[in-house]
């Protein structure tokens, strides 16, 4: 089993409507988990840290379930700008490992 | 601040030529990691370092070797590359444990090995 595992994608979604991503990780002694956003051809960047009792920016909503050992990503509303790979990130000690991503596209 | 910078951007190589791909960060920052992106695969970790002088094996380091003699700069090198060393590279860097720092990323290098 992989140590991070992302439903690649891609997904096809109509402006406005609401998304879901979930990660599953496998390594039950993390602590710290995350979502990055990438871009085309573009390095990836900190979309949200995903805090235990799970957390929310704007339009967008992490959520955390260690008993499953998984996180997810909601995306409300969404925007043609929110088009991007969105990347799992778990920490296993001193290092970051992530998942291989999920494509969104948002359709017009 | 420039943040993280890569030098080069693109580069193609030949079969057994060798390159360094250099990582420079202007934030003081302790951790610096290099990443491989190839598609379908992810961010693999290659290696990465905790501080000045110090570096450690990542997920796939062979055929990469690493220097951090100075803690601004993190060195990857390619002794004799290989056509499977085609990818884009990324360096990123944390102030301190990337469990509770955000990683800042490079704007990549794009490397072709003919």
């Known amino acids: 089993r992989k140590e991070v595992e992302q439903d690649p994608g891609p997904f096809n979604v109509p402006e406005g409507a609401t998304v879901a991503f979930n990660c599953t990780y496998s390594?039950?002694?993390?602590?710290?988990f995350f979502w990055y956003r990438q871009d085309c051809r573009k390095e990836p960047k900190l979309l949200m840290s995903?805090?235990?009792s799970g957390n929310e920016d704007g339009r967008f909503t992490a959520q955390l379930n260690r008993a499953s050992q998984y996180i997810s990503l909601l995306i409300r509303d969404s925007k043609l700008s929110d088009s991007a790979t969105y990347l799992c990130?778990?920490?296993?000690?001193?290092?970051?490992?992530f998942g291989k991503g999920t494509r969104l596209h948002i359709l017009p | 601040n420039a943040g993280v910078t890569q030098t080069p951007k693109f580069r193609v190589l030949k079969t057994g030529q060798s390159m360094t791909l250099l990582c420079a960060q202007d934030?003081?920052?302790?951790?610096m990691y290099w990443y491989r992106q190839d598609p379908g695969m992810g961010l693999r970790l290659i290696h990465y370092?905790?501080?000045?002088?110090?570096?450690a094996k990542g997920e796939v380091p062979d055929g990469y070797n690493v220097s951090r003699l100075k803690k601004q700069n993190f060195l990857l090198g390619l002794e004799s590359a290989a056509p499977s060393q085609t990818s884009v590279y990324f360096c990123?860097?944390?102030?301190?444990?990337?469990?509770?720092?955000?990683?800042?990323f490079g704007p990549g290098t794009r490397l072709t090995v003919l």
């Open positions: 990130a778990v920490n296993r000690d001193d290092k970051i490992i």
């Open positions: 370092s905790v501080g000045e002088g110090t570096t």
């Open positions: 990123a860097s944390t102030k301190g444990l990337p469990s509770y720092n955000e990683q800042f």
């Open positions: 390594n039950s002694a993390s602590q710290s």
């Open positions: 995903v805090y235990s």
């Open positions: 934030m003081n920052h302790e951790y």
